[in-house]
Every structure is written in C-alpha cells, then in structure tokens.
C-alpha cells in the first residue's frame, strides 16, 4: 500500500510539472511550425489555427463585412461551398461563384463590392488545374487579394507566391499532417499585398 501511495503522488507531481509546462512548449512547436510552413510556400510569415475552415474564415474575416462580396471558384471542396455559399450569409457576406475552367468569369464577376478571390490551385475534387496566372492579372487589376487553397497541391507540386497570390491557406489535415489524423490549418501571407497602402477597396 505505501508503494502504490508514492506511485500515485510521483504520478500526481510529473502531471502537475507537465501541466504548467506544455503550453510553453506548444507555444514554441507552434512558433517553429508556423515558420517552416511560410517557408515552404515561400511566404513572409503565417499563423496556425483549429482547421482548415477556420483558415480560409481567418484570411477572409478582416477584408469582409456585411455585403460585401468574395469571388469564389465553383469547384472546390464540398466543405468549402457549404462555408462560403451557406454559413457565410450569417456574416452579411455574399460569395459569387465564378467557373473556374474559364477565368474571364472571374473578371466578369468583379463589382465595387469585390474584396476578395478565392480559389483552391488543384480542385478538390476533379484535380482541375487553375490557370493561376490569369486569375492572379484579374485580382491585381480589381485591386483585391486573391486567396489560394494549397491543401491538394502542396508545397511540394505547387507554390501559390510564385505566381503572385496574396494568401495561401491549407487544412494541415490533408497531406501535411500525413496522415489525416490531427485537424488543423494555416494561413500565410506573401508579404506583397499592400494592406495599408491606398487601396480604397480594402481596409485592414
């Protein structure tokens, strides 16, 4: 019985010490993880969230407010059409969407509301290959950020920045994680746009 009583308080101690330690050592996990993934998609900096849902609402939350609109791309994500098409209208947001295998329909789709583009740069699903180029021409002449969906692609295939892209989000649940078993997200910025600049479309 006295064995199993110091057992049970050596238990009580280690968990107590990990207790007060973890957040710090997650706060430094997240710190060195957030600058990798900007460095693997080439960006300035990024930061980590719950999912990849909150990722894309995080990279939209502060150019939206109550209707204003986001040009969005028809093929993506199930999960992402519902976000953007359905749970969105709660936030007075309104999300055009745009035939991604004709990019003049992006143009087209650009009012005075437009504060963003959203595309993913592989289509999930149907791997329809985005001209990004293109898209990246329509989005500096609107004078918005264009928001690329890099889960599918990867770094590793494809990287949004060298294009010209603004933000690239990913569900880090995908690929990233390896193996679809720990939910989470991450938006990184190229450091390009010219979110305090004189852009009369966008305050930040």
Not at 120 to 130: M, R
Not at 182 to 191: E, L
Request: proline share 4%; glycine share 10%; hydrophobic share 45%.
């Amino acid at each position: 019985m006295y064995l199993m009583m110091q057992t049970m308080l050596l238990h009580c101690l280690i968990f107590s010490l990990l207790a007060s330690f973890i957040p710090v050592l997650q706060t430094q996990l997240l710190r060195h993880w957030k600058k990798k993934m900007a460095t693997l998609e080439g960006g300035r900096g990024g930061t980590a969230t719950s999912s990849g849902h909150a990722a894309e609402t995080l990279a939209l939350f502060p150019l939206m407010s109550p209707g204003m609109e986001v040009i969005v791309a028809d093929k993506l994500y199930g999960g992402t059409i519902n976000l953007m098409g359905k749970s969105y209208q709660k936030f007075g947001w309104k999300a055009i969407f745009a035939d991604i295998e004709d990019p003049e329909s992006f143009r087209r789709a650009v009012t005075e509301k437009t504060r963003a583009i959203f595309i993913e740069n592989l289509a999930n699903p149907g791997g329809i290959v985005v001209d990004l180029e293109a898209i990246v021409k329509i989005a500096n002449e609107a004078g918005v950020p264009l928001v690329v969906d890099n889960t599918l692609a990867t770094p590793f295939l494809s990287q949004p920045f060298e294009w010209g892209a603004d933000l690239v989000v990913h569900s880090t649940t995908k690929y990233l994680s390896g193996q679809g078993n720990a939910i989470g997200g991450v938006v990184i910025d190229s450091g390009k746009f010219p979110w305090l600049g004189e852009n009369k479309n966008i305050r930040v």
